[in-house]
C-alpha cells in the first residue's frame, strides 16, 4: 500500500505549494497593506472620512459574504481552475483599484478584489488538501501554509510602508498584480488536481443567498459597532438579521439535498473545535495589530516603514511555531498538545502588552510579547488548519477551506469591533477621570497619549482572556490523536462522517486517528 501510494504523488507537489502559498500570501496581506496606505489615498482621492472606512469594509463584506460559495464553486468547477480564476479576478481588481480616480472606483475595485479573494482563498487551501496527502509531508505543508497566514498581516503592514514611503499609494495595489502574475505561471504548469475529487452536485441556491446575506450582515454589524454603538439601530438591526439568516440557513442544510454547506462538515467534533478556535484567536490577534500599530506610530512615533519592520519578530516567530516545532510534533502528540500551550503563550504575550506605556520601550516589552505571539499562534494555525480541512470527503474540500476562511474573517470583524469599542471606552474614561490635572497644551497632549495607552491596555487583557479561552476551547473539543506508527494503513475504515475511508481520498491516510 505505501508503494503504491508512493507511486501516485505529484512530483511537483512542493513546487506546487509554493504558488499556492503565495496565492494566500497576497490575499491575507491585503487585509492590512491597503490600511497603511489609506490616508495617503484619502487624500489624493478625496475620500470623505464617512467613505474612508468603506474602503476596507467594502473588502470585507464581499470577501466574508461570499466564502462559501466560493468553497463551493471550487468543489464544482475544480479547485485549480477556481484557483486560476479567482487570481486572475483578483490582479484584474487590484489593477483597477491602483488606477482609481475617484471614490467610487476604488470601493468598486475592492469589492471585487472581496468576491475574487472569496474564491481564491478556499480553492489554495483546498489543493493543499487534496495535494497532501501524507502524515508528515501534510504536515509539512500545514506549517507553511499556517505560517503565511498567520504572518501574512504582518508582512502586510511591512510592505504597506515600504511601498507607501518610497513609491505611492496605488502600489499596495499594484504589487498585487505581480504576484498574481507569478502565481498564474505557477498554476498553469505546476499545479496538478488529483482526479475524481469534484463535486458535480448542482448549486445550493438558497444556501447561497442565505450564507451570503447572513455573513455579510455580521460582518457589516460588526463594522457599524466599531463606528456607530453597540447599542446603536443599525448595529442591532444588523447583528439581528444575521442571527435570523444563519438560523435559517443551518435549517435549510439540514434539509437539503446537496446543501452548500454539509452539516456533517462543522458538527464534527474535531473540526468544529478547530473552526472556533480559529476564529477566537483571530479575534484577539486583530486586537494586537490594530493597537500596535498606533502605539508604535502615534505613541512611539514611528513611520509607517519602521513599524512595519516592528512587526517582523511575530513573522519569525511564527514561522518557528509552525514550520519547525509543530511540524515536527503533530505526528508525535494529540493535537490539542500544540493548541493549548500555543494559545496560553499567544495569551502571556498579550499580558506583557499589557505593561505597554507613553514612554515605554520596543525593546523590553513590545519585542518579547511579538516573538511569543507569533510562536503561539503558529503552534495554534498550524494544526488547526489541518485539523478543520481533515478527514473530509475530498468533494467538501472547498467548502471545508472556506470555513477556515469564514472563521478568520468574522473573528476578524469581531476583534476590530469589539476590542475598539472597549478600548475607546477605557480612553474616555480615563481622560474624564484625569482631565483636572489638565493645566497646559503640553498636559493636555500627554493626558491625550496616556488615556489612548490606558485603553490599549485594557484591550490587551481582554485578548489574554479571550486566547485562554481559545485554549479552554481546544482542550474540551478537540481529541484528535497522532497518527500511529508514522506510516500508511492498507485497512479501509471509516472517518469522522461515517464513510469508508477508500472512497473518501484515494490513497489519503488520516493524520489523526479519530
Known amino acids: 500500500m505505501t508503494e503504491s501510494i508512493t507511486q501516485t504523488l505529484d512530483p511537483r507537489r512542493w513546487r506546487a505549494l509554493a504558488f499556492i502559498a503565495l496565492a494566500q500570501l497576497m490575499v491575507v496581506l491585503d487585509g492590512t497593506i491597503v490600511n497603511i496606505a489609506l490616508p495617503s489615498a484619502q487624500r489624493d482621492l478625496g475620500i470623505s472620512d464617512a467613505n474612508r472606512q ?3 469594509t467594502a473588502y470585507a463584506l464581499a470577501f466574508g459574504g461570499l466564502l462559501l460559495f466560493g468553497g463551493r464553486i471550487a468543489d464544482r468547477w475544480g479547485r485549480r481552475r477556481a484557483f486560476l480564476i479567482g487570481l486572475i479576478g483578483f490582479a484584474g481588481a487590484s489593477a483597477l483599484g491602483g488606477a482609481a480616480v475617484n471614490t467610487s472606483m476604488l470601493l468598486g475595485a475592492r ?3 472581496g468576491a475574487f479573494g472569496a474564491i481564491l482563498a478556499p480553492a489554495a487551501l483546498s489543493l493543499l488538501t487534496v495535494t497532501f496527502t501524507q502524515p508528515k509531508e501534510r504536515a509539512k505543508a500545514f506549517g507553511i501554509y499556517g505560517a503565511i497566514s498567520g504572518g501574512g498581516a504582518a508582512v502586510g503592514l511591512l510592505l504597506g510602508g515600504v511601498l507607501t514611503e518610497y513609491a505611492n499609494w496605488r502600489w499596495t495595489l499594484y504589487v498585487n498584480v505581480l504576484f498574481a502574475v507569478v502565481a498564474v505561471l505557477g498554476a498553469v504548469f505546476e499545479i496538478k488536481e488529483p482526479e475524481g475529487t469534484r463535486n458535480h452536485n448542482r448549486l445550493d441556491i438558497l444556501g447561497i443567498v442565505l450564507a451570503g446575506a447572513g455573513l455579510a450582515s455580521l460582518v457589516y454589524g460588526f463594522n457599524k459597532a466599531e463606528t456607530d454603538g453597540w447599542s446603536s439601530g443599525t448595529t442591532l438591526g444588523f447583528i439581528a438579521a444575521a442571527v435570523v439568516l444563519l438560523a435559517a440557513f443551518v435549517f435549510s442544510q439540514s434539509r437539503a439535498k446537496a446543501p452548500l454547506l454539509p452539516l456533517r462538515v462543522v458538527t464534527d467534533r474535531n473540526r468544529g473545535g478547530a473552526y472556533l478556535t480559529i476564529g477566537i484567536a483571530v479575534v484577539a490577534m486583530f486586537g494586537a495589530f490594530l493597537f500596535l500599530t498606533y502605539y508604535l506610530q502615534i505613541v512611539l512615533g514611528y513611520s509607517p516603514l519602521k513599524s512595519g519592520l516592528a512587526f517582523l519578530p511575530m513573522v519569525v516567530g511564527m514561522m518557528a511555531g509552525a514550520t519547525q516545532v509543530a511540524v515536527r510534533l503533530l505526528p508525535k502528540v494529540p ?8 494559545a496560553l503563550i499567544a495569551a502571556g504575550a498579550m499580558l506583557i502588552l499589557t505593561q505597554i506605556s507613553v514612554g515605554g520601550s520596543y525593546t523590553t516589552v513590545v519585542l518579547p510579547a511579538l516573538l511569543m505571539l507569533g510562536f503561539g499562534m503558529g503552534l495554534v494555525f498550524m494544526p488547526a488548519m489541518n ?3 481533515h478527514g473530509v470527503r475530498p468533494q467538501d474540500a472547498g467548502v471545508a477551506s ?5 472563521s478568520q474573517q468574522v473573528g476578524g470583524a469581531i476583534g476590530t469591533s469589539l476590542l475598539s469599542t472597549i478600548a475607546n471606552s477605557a480612553t474616555a474614561n480615563y481622560a474624564k477621570g484625569h482631565v483636572a490635572g489638565v493645566h497646559s497644551a503640553a498636559d493636555g497632549a500627554q493626558l491625550k497619549l496616556a488615556a489612548m495607552v490606558h485603553g490599549f491596555s485594557i484591550a490587551y487583557w481582554i485578548a489574554a482572556g479571550l486566547l485562554t479561552v481559545a485554549a479552554l476551547v481546544s482542550a474540551v473539543l478537540i481529541n484528535a490523536r497522532p497518527q ?8 479501509a475504515g471509516t472517518d469522522d ?5 477508500t472512497d473518501i481520498i484515494e490513497d489519503a491516510v488520516p493524520v489523526f486517528a479519530h
Open 54 to 56: 468603506w474602503v476596507v
Open 111 to 113: 469589492a471585487l478584489q
Open 484 to 491: 500511529q506508527g508514522g506510516g500508511h494503513t492498507s485497512s
Open 497 to 501: 462522517t461515517g464513510v469508508d475511508s
Open 387 to 389: 485539523l478543520a480541512t
Open 335 to 342: 493535537t490539542k498538545l500544540l493548541m493549548v500551550p500555543g
Open 402 to 406: 472556506a470555513m477556515v476562511s469564514t
